[in-house]
């Protein structure tokens, strides 16, 4: 892919991932809604259980934290997490949501798919948990990495998948996210453009993941009468 195929992905207002990437099972939601992880205290890593009881009250913990209280509407379960539905009251005047209430749908993982206790989701090099569903394939860990991808959160560039590779080496299954960052460097100046490659490595004896992000590739465009057009290579 040219620098100029990736500019115009990166300026597309409509693009975010490729064609085939994971699509959630909540996104064909009408409405306006949440969804998010429970966390342990510190809010570091997503908690896992494989009972639902102990889901749910987790869940009910952290939904008396929040500031938009939802009230319990009903629960859902696949192989990789339990799911509580809640219906959010909100105020009339929030212009955003389309009525007074919206569903939150708040997931616990299943310890028997991925345990993610110890991982630091702001960093992103190093530990990323433990798969623990068997058997691992190169697939299992394209559909953790692409899922988590959602939850993903990049300042002060804006980043896009704008391709997506896997493979196994060695003792290990991995996937690659590339990535497209742009970051503004002000009035009268292109964006800078960092294409990254960010690979998770799941070794297959144990299960752990190892995530290790990297440029791999600088430019600098910008959007001249509505058309991306590259700027001199970044230093």
């Keep these: 892919m040219s620098s100029l195929e990736i500019a115009e992905l990166v300026y597309d207002p409509e693009y975010r991932v490729p064609a085939d990437f994971y699509r959630d099972e909540r996104a064909n939601t009408q409405e306006s809604y949440t969804l998010h992880h429970v966390k342990d205290q510190s809010n570091s890593y997503e908690l896992c259980s494989d009972d639902f009881a102990e889901a749910l009250s987790w869940e009910a913990a952290d939904n008396d934290t929040r500031s938009i209280q939802g009230v319990l509407a009903g629960s859902y379960e696949n192989s990789r997490y339990f799911e509580i539905v809640r219906d959010l009251a909100y105020p ?109 490595a799941t070794e297959r004896n144990s299960g752990e993941i190892i995530k290790k992000f990297e440029i791999v590739l600088s430019f600098e465009a910008q959007l001249s009468n509505g058309n991306p057009q590259i700027c001199d290579i970044a230093s």
């Excluded at 919206?102 to 989701?121: A, I, N, Q, W």
């Excluded at 990495?145 to 939850?151: G, H, K, S």
């Design 92 to 200: 009339g005047d929030i212009g955003n949501v389309p009525g007074t209430t919206s569903p939150g749908f708040s997931r616990v993982f299943k310890c028997s798919y991925v345990d993610r206790t110890g991982v630091d989701r702001h960093l992103r090099d190093g530990y990323a948990g433990r798969m623990t569903i068997r058997p691992l394939t190169v697939e299992a860990t394209q559909e953790l990495v692409q899922y988590l991808w959602q939850f993903a959160f990049f300042w002060p560039g804006q980043a896009k998948v704008v391709a997506t590779r896997s493979g196994a080496t060695g003792a290990a299954d991995w996937h690659s996210l590339w990535l497209a960052i742009r970051t503004g460097q002000g009035a009268g100046r292109c964006d800078r453009i960092d294409v990254v490659e960010w690979r998770f």
